[in-house]
């Protein structure tokens, strides 16, 4: 069965400082990986995706992450944190094999203090 | 970014009835999906469609529910009788070729409330 872990319920991090939301994920096929943020009373907003080629994706407002097949892992970072962030994230995969089924993790609340 | 639209916001029905939660997907894509979040738990997928057809479903896509495309612009999301534990968000998303270098673009939900 295909699983997404988002092993923290919430990141706290300081305005300016670095942040890191983990996501590790177990697939039998391809993965193709994805974040997605959520603010409240709204949807999930699209960030960034990895399909293929270079391991570190560039996203939507600053943020970035990088995909490691050999740690299962798919960490989303930015390098200087605004209080803005604050927000539910979500990582998502699917499978190249039948990328019409998303599968989600918990998420992660985000909490950047100024 | 291109926009879903949900409505309504939320709905609060008693145990037993029919609800029809509607979606307004992005006028040039083709492929819609709706995903359910149980208060305080995970985003999980229910059911993809193209072409007027179920693409796939989630063992939760039971006969309780169906969806359809009745005119072309509505995606729908119907549950015939509603349990306590169809209270949920509801998310619809759609996206364009349905390729794996597609987004799915997502609908800001409607809360569903069975009492």
Same mark, same amino acid.
């Given at each position: 069965?295909q699983?997404?872990? !988002?092993?923290?319920? !919430?990141?706290?991090v ?23 943020? !959520? ?9 960034l ?9 560039k ?10 097949k050999? !740690? ?22 699917t ?18 203090k100024? | 970014?291109?926009?879903v +639209?949900? +409505?309504?916001?939320?709905q609060?029905t ?6 029809? &939660? ?10 819609f ?5 149980? &208060?305080?738990?995970?985003?999980e ?7 007027n ?9 039971d ?10 612009s509505?995606f729908? &999301?119907?549950?015939?009788? #509603?349990? &306590?534990?169809?209270s949920?968000?509801y ?9 794996? #270098?597609? +987004? ?12």
């Amino acid at each position: 069965a295909q699983s997404v872990a !988002q092993p923290e319920d !919430q990141v706290n991090v300081a305005e300016g400082n670095p942040l890191t939301v983990k996501c590790t994920y177990s697939v039998s096929g391809n993965p193709y990986l994805f974040w997605y943020v !959520q603010y409240p009373n709204r949807g999930l907003q699209f960030l960034l995706k990895y399909i293929t080629g270079d391991n570190l994706v560039k996203g939507s407002y600053g943020f970035e992450a990088e995909f490691n097949k050999s !740690q299962t892992s798919f960490h989303l970072k930015k390098p200087s944190a605004l209080v803005s962030d604050s927000a539910l994230y979500f990582c998502a995969v699917t499978l190249k094999e039948n990328f019409n089924k998303f599968y989600f993790g918990s998420g992660t609340k985000l909490n950047v203090k100024p | 970014e291109p926009e879903v +639209t949900q +409505t309504p916001s939320h709905q609060v029905t008693q145990m037993g009835q029919e609800v029809i &939660l509607r979606c307004v997907p992005i006028s040039n894509h083709l492929y819609f999906y709706w995903y359910r979040q149980i &208060l305080g738990q995970k985003v999980e997928f229910l059911v993809s469609f193209y072409n007027n057809e179920i693409s796939e479903k989630s063992e939760i896509f039971d006969d309780q529910f169906s969806v359809e495309r009745p005119d072309g612009s509505n995606f729908t &999301l119907k549950i015939r009788s #509603t349990k &306590l534990e169809d209270s949920a968000m509801y998310f619809c998303a759609a996206a364009g070729r349905g390729s794996p #270098t597609d +987004t799915q673009y997502f609908g800001p939900g409607t809360r569903l409330t069975v009492l």
